[in-house]
């Protein structure tokens, strides 16, 4: 089975800039999510989305970052403009709606803002 | 306060030893209690995953769960080189969906 594929893998740009982040989930599950990991910390929760609708993006800094997840398969994540304190590791999941054994995540992009 | 506390580490352990990981919590209404482990520059992997307080078991790996005191744990017998990862904890809170609460994660050195 494949498993959850990011691009990129590496991505360096200047404060202020914009940046997009690509997600495809392994085939049949409906659940995906956006993480955040900043260095020396555990992912954090940014947005869930179950098929192509939001069930959760209470943490999601709304005024820069935005997601979408069009045909319920793959996803975007874009920073708008990006900030210093946006450098992290950005992680995709997904998953079966039930099942968290299923929960699988990608390697993720990381990104620095400079 | 965070919801999920994990010493960062580094945990330095010869080849052979047992390596005992912990995580504590404060919000009761987590149930699921989760173990990933994370190469450098690779994404968290689902090692052990339990519901109940109690022991499970699977090969070199053990995961307690005490909700009484709010703490579980991960053993790792007979430690390799290649257990050499940051471990992290994870819970979910059923009223969550599957939202994950993590831990910073234990960064863990096995030497040969």
């Known amino acids: 089975e494949a498993g959850v594929a990011q691009s990129p893998r590496y991505k360096i740009i200047e404060k202020r800039q914009s940046v997009a982040f690509w997600c495809n989930p392994i085939s049949g599950h409906a659940t995906l999510y956006w993480y955040q990991q900043i260095l020396g910390q555990g992912p954090k929760l940014l947005i869930q989305?179950?098929?192509?609708?939001?069930?959760?993006d209470s943490q999601l800094p709304k005024d820069r970052f935005s997601a979408e997840r069009l045909k319920g398969v793959d996803s975007t994540l874009k920073i708008q403009p990006a900030k210093l304190e946006d450098s992290a590791v950005y992680l995709c999941?997904?998953?079966?709606?039930?099942?968290?054994?299923?929960?699988?995540f990608g390697s993720g992009t990381r990104l620095t803002v400079v | 306060q965070k919801e999920v506390e994990q010493d960062p580490g580094p945990l330095s352990v010869p080849e052979g030893a047992i390596v005992s990981l912990n995580c504590t919590y404060s919000?009761?209404?987590?149930?699921?209690f989760m173990w990933y482990r994370q190469y450098s520059r690779k994404g968290p992997e689902l090692l052990m995953y339990t519901y109940s307080s109690g022991n499970k078991e699977d090969g070199r790996f053990t995961a307690q769960v005490d909700k009484s005191s709010k703490y579980i744990s991960l053993f790792i017998r007979d430690s390799q080189p290649s257990d050499s990862a940051t471990y992290l904890c994870a819970m979910r809170r059923p009223a969550a969906g599957n939202k994950l609460t993590f831990g910073g994660g234990t960064r863990v050195l096995v030497k040969p």
């Open positions: 999941a997904s998953s079966l709606v039930e099942g968290l054994e299923s929960y699988t």
């Open positions: 989305f179950q098929n192509n609708g939001v069930v959760d």
């Open positions: 919000n009761s209404a987590f149930q699921y």
